[in-house]
């Protein structure tokens, strides 16, 4: 699933809808009723590690913000189309699929991970459940003003465009739609900033205490209370990069090289995060080469808590030595 980088660009994307109503639906999403969107209104949106989440009111007075000013169509209530089936709603012949100067993105998910947690929950109840939680998928994005169309036919040579789950068209004239991702109605994000990477209210000492345990610190950087956001690519370029060998023991290794290892997930992280704003792609050292930037032939080998999720993880035997020697021979037997 794309990694925190990825969902802040999202949550980036979806940010100057707030304060608009939902005017009309589309999608493919079963679990969650599209229509159920009609006439609510956005009012914040929030990103939390990989999750991004949606915040809907039956009508605008229940948000707090103030200075949102409505565009004009909304103020005279006109409606251009009706609220139609999710077919027409995901091509209308009148909207021109493409623009130019679109500002959307398709933002191609990391390959590689695929942690998809099994979510619940299908309408908002009542006053409560006002949060939608988005968990996107390996190839999950969001696109703004525009489908994604396919790149290639199908075995039959039928040119099939994605399905999106879901779409929202929104009263200031453009539209949202949501590709592979998982969405649940929640009562409130999960609030923590301080195990967010990304956050500056990130907690490096509680980040530091995480990585000193007894276990390989490729396991604990991808433990999501207390490195949210942190994915596969962030963790086999932050261990490339402070040196250390994935597989170990975070007790075994120096307060110095402990602190290089957060420094390094949270300077690549904010560099990736940056370049997406930049249209750069993020460059990667180790994750997925056969060679180091040294030269030196890269090892390959998926890594993972017993009876957990085995992660792929590239390292250089040469840049990352294994220290000490025996680390290993103590993870079997523990
Ligand atoms: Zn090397």
Same mark, same amino acid.
């Given at each position: 699933?794309?990694?925190?980088?990825?969902?802040?660009?999202?949550?980036?994307?979806?940010? #100057?809808?707030?304060?608009?109503?939902?005017?009309?639906? +589309?999608?493919?999403? =079963?679990?969650?009723?599209?229509?159920?969107?009609? %006439?609510?209104?956005?009012?914040?949106?929030?990103?939390?590690? =990989?999750?991004?989440?949606?915040?809907?009111?039956?009508?605008?007075?229940? +948000?707090?913000?103030?200075?949102?000013?409505?565009?004009?169509?909304?103020?005279?209530?006109?409606?251009?189309?009706?609220?139609?089936?999710? =077919?027409?709603?995901?091509?209308?012949?009148?909207?021109?699929?493409?623009?130019?100067?679109?500002?959307?993105?398709?933002?191609?998910?990391?390959?590689?991970?695929?942690?998809?947690?099994?979510?619940?929950?299908?309408?908002?109840?009542?006053?409560?459940?006002?949060?939608?939680?988005? @968990?996107?998928? !390996?190839?999950?994005?969001?696109?703004?003003?525009?489908?994604?169309?396919?790149?290639?036919?199908?075995?039959?040579?039928?040119?099939?465009?994605?399905?999106?789950?879901?779409?929202?068209?929104?009263?200031?004239?453009?539209?949202?739609?949501?590709?592979?991702?998982?969405?649940?109605?929640?009562?409130? #994000?999960?609030?923590?900033?301080?195990?967010?990477?990304?956050?500056?209210?990130?907690?490096?000492?509680?980040?530091?205490?995480? !990585?000193?345990?007894?276990?390989?610190?490729?396991?604990?950087?991808?433990?999501?209370?207390?490195? @949210?956001?942190?994915?596969?690519?962030?963790?086999?370029?932050?261990?490339?990069?402070?040196?250390?060998?994935?597989?170990?023991?975070?007790?075994?290794?120096?307060?110095?090289?402990?602190?290089?290892?957060?420094?390094?997930?949270?300077?690549? %992280?904010?560099?990736?995060?940056?370049?997406?704003?930049?249209?750069?792609?993020?460059?990667?050292?180790?994750?997925?080469?056969?060679?180091?930037?040294? +030269?030196?032939?890269?090892? =390959?080998?998926?890594?993972?808590?017993?009876?957990?999720?085995?992660?792929?993880?590239?390292?250089?035997?040469?840049?990352?030595?294994?220290? #000490? #020697?025996?680390?290993?021979?103590?993870?079997?037997?523990?």
């Amino acid at each position: 699933m794309p990694e925190g980088p990825s969902v802040r660009k999202f949550h980036h994307l979806v940010s #100057p809808f707030v304060g608009q109503e939902v005017v009309k639906t +589309g999608g493919s999403s =079963k679990k969650l009723n599209p229509a159920s969107f009609q %006439s609510l209104w956005l009012q914040d949106t929030q990103v939390h590690g =990989k999750k991004l989440f949606l915040r809907f009111d039956p009508d605008e007075e229940f +948000g707090s913000l103030g200075n949102i000013s409505l565009p004009e169509s909304l103020e005279k209530g006109e409606r251009k189309e009706e609220a139609s089936d999710q =077919k027409q709603a995901s091509g209308p012949s009148s909207q021109k699929i493409s623009h130019p100067s679109s500002q959307s993105l398709e933002l191609v998910a990391p390959r590689g991970d695929h942690g998809l947690e099994r979510l619940r929950g299908d309408t908002p109840a009542e006053g409560a459940e006002r949060w939608l939680q988005v @968990s996107f998928g !390996l190839f999950g994005s969001i696109w703004v003003n525009e489908f994604s169309r396919a790149k290639k036919a199908n075995k039959r040579g039928d040119w099939r465009d994605p399905i999106p789950r879901l779409v929202l068209y929104f009263g200031g004239g453009g539209f949202l739609a949501f590709y592979n991702c998982q969405m649940s109605w929640s009562s409130s #994000p999960v609030v923590r900033p301080t195990s967010d990477i990304l956050s500056e209210k990130f907690d490096r000492g509680q980040a530091l205490e995480a !990585l000193g345990q007894e276990q390989p610190v490729c396991y604990t950087l991808l433990d999501q209370r207390y490195f @949210s956001g942190l994915g596969n690519i962030i963790k086999n370029e932050a261990l490339y990069r402070a040196g250390i060998h994935p597989l170990s023991l975070g007790s075994l290794l120096s307060p110095q090289h402990l602190e290089a290892l957060v420094d390094h997930a949270v300077e690549f %992280s904010a560099d990736w995060l940056q370049g997406k704003f930049q249209g750069k792609q993020q460059h990667t050292q180790i994750y997925q080469k056969e060679q180091c930037p040294g +030269g030196h032939r890269v090892m =390959k080998e998926a890594f993972g808590p017993p009876g957990g999720f085995q992660r792929l993880t590239w390292w250089c035997p040469q840049c990352q030595p294994r220290l #000490p #020697p025996d680390g290993q021979a103590q993870v079997q037997i523990s």
